[in-house]
């Protein structure tokens, strides 16, 4: 292992300053002891020598670039002896830590005044060195400070958020491809008979990709118009003909919040609690009314809560949220569908939306809470009763006259009692009437006979 000697030895005929023979001893003194120390080192196997005259060499190209003072230098080659002693009188296992005290030393001690810059860059020389010394031997670097570690974990955070997110949209890309494909052959295929053979249509002269894909499209098409559009034009079968008694009107009900009102606890979970007065309202129209209950709920749910309120058999029809016609987000009841004359159909629900296409044949009733106290059903079954009785010809010209109130019973309710009031002062007034006209026919009678006798 040769030596290489950095020392700047002086020129003859030259002058030199104090300061610069100063640091030319310095010099000359670490490459001494160095050069001593360089076959005893090799021996040790420890690599110790080779930093060590990189620091010196680091050392004076610092003090050269950024002219340290004498001062400044002399400490760090006084620290680097002691250094080499240890080296010196230790064995090849303790070689390291005297490197490593030598470099926390040299990057650890304070530097005098003015020599701060010089002094970090050699101590960040070294610490590079050691970092690849170590990665040569095969030894674990020294781990970072805090803000690096913490600035790394950061930055992995993020790329494995990049690539988790990557992967899912990739895995969700497939999916949906897989599922589009899955679609298109089960909703593309031909129809088949009970004996399995493929029903023709109108698609089979197309390729087989361009077949598939619009049988599907037909398909969702016609799903479509099956919730938007009602399930038939004749919802109701045609009225009963004589010798069977058909009712002149015909009452189209709705059932939730109308008939029943649903609770919902997490002891019991949903319930159905019936109104008061719907026996009532039955007994007294079935004679005049057509009763039809026309829900927007499905069959599953509504047929068995129709059941347990109308056991005696009162309700003629039942129509659920299928023959409905959808349209803008509301479930409306198309009274042209029903099969009956649109002048005898009186729709009661709670929703103005659901009649709104005919809005005369509606009656809006206010939303009932579940109030056990409730008596508009019995109102309800008077007004009806008292249109039939009536025999409006066309129940439109009636209800028009409710079509804007909030509350059409009780207003019904405010008319019969005013109606009533102006009765009985029309009877008053012709009682009065009478009376005074027996009067002046007695006082006639009793002047007559006077003059007769």
């Not at 004076?60 to 080296?87: D, E, F, I, N, Y």
């Not at 109030?371 to 309800?380: A, E, Q, V």
Request: hydrophobic share 35%; proline share 6%; glycine share 8%.
């Amino acid at each position: 292992m040769g030596h290489q000697h950095f020392c700047l030895e002086p020129k003859s005929g030259q002058s030199y300053t104090r300061r610069q023979l100063t640091i030319w001893w310095a010099n000359w003194k670490m490459e001494h002891t160095l050069y001593k120390q360089e076959h005893h080192v090799a021996q040790n196997q420890s690599g110790a020598f080779v930093l060590l005259t990189r620091v010196t060499h680091a050392g004076r190209s610092l003090t050269q670039k950024s002219k340290m003072s004498a001062a400044s230098v002399l400490p760090m080659c006084v620290r680097t002896g002691r250094g080499l002693l240890r080296l010196r009188s230790g064995t090849a296992g303790a070689a390291a830590p005297a490197v490593l005290h030598v470099i926390r030393t040299l990057s650890s001690e304070k530097p005098p005044a003015g020599a701060g810059g010089a002094t970090g860059g050699l101590a960040q020389a070294i610490l590079q060195e050691r970092l690849q010394q170590q990665q040569s031997q095969g030894q674990p670097p020294p781990p970072p400070p805090e803000g690096e570690k913490e600035g790394e974990r950061a930055e992995d955070k993020k790329e494995n958020t990049a690539y988790a997110k990557k992967m899912v949209l990739r895995l969700a890309g497939l999916m949906g491809l897989g599922g589009a494909v899955s679609i298109v052959y089960v909703f593309g295929a031909n129809s088949v008979d009970e004996q399995g053979v493929q029903i023709p249509d109108e698609f089979d002269s197309d390729p087989p990709v361009v077949q598939q894909l619009r049988r599907t499209f037909k398909y969702f098409k016609d799903y479509r118009q099956m919730i938007i559009e009602p399930t038939s034009p004749k919802l109701l079968p045609d009225p009963l003909k004589e010798p069977y008694y058909q009712p002149p009107y015909t009452l189209v009900l709705e059932l939730t919040d109308v008939l029943l009102h649903p609770e919902w606890s997490l002891s019991t979970g949903w319930r159905f609690k019936k109104r008061p007065g719907i026996d009532y309202l039955f007994q007294q129209l079935m004679q005049y009314y057509e009763i039809v209950i026309f829900t927007a709920e499905t069959g599953m749910t509504a047929y068995p809560l129709i059941d347990s309120i109308d056991p005696q058999g009162f309700v003629m029809y039942r129509l659920f949220r299928d023959a409905t016609r959808y349209m803008e987000g509301h479930h409306v009841k198309d009274v042209s569908c029903l099969n009956r004359d649109g002048s005898k159909v009186i729709v009661v629900d709670c929703k103005r939306e659901a009649f709104s296409l005919q809005p005369f044949n509606g009656l809006a009733l206010k939303k009932w809470d579940g109030n056990s106290d409730d008596r508009t059903l019995y109102d309800l079954a008077h007004f009806l009763k008292a249109i039939a009785i009536n025999k409006v010809d066309d129940v439109r010209s009636v209800l028009e006259n409710y079509a804007l109130e909030d509350n059409p019973i009780e207003a019904f309710k405010q008319r019969q009692a005013q109606l009533a009031q102006e009765e009985e002062q029309r009877l008053a007034e012709l009682a009065q009437q009478k009376k005074q006209g027996l009067s002046l026919g007695s006082i006639a009678s009793r002047f007559w006979r006077s003059k007769q006798q």
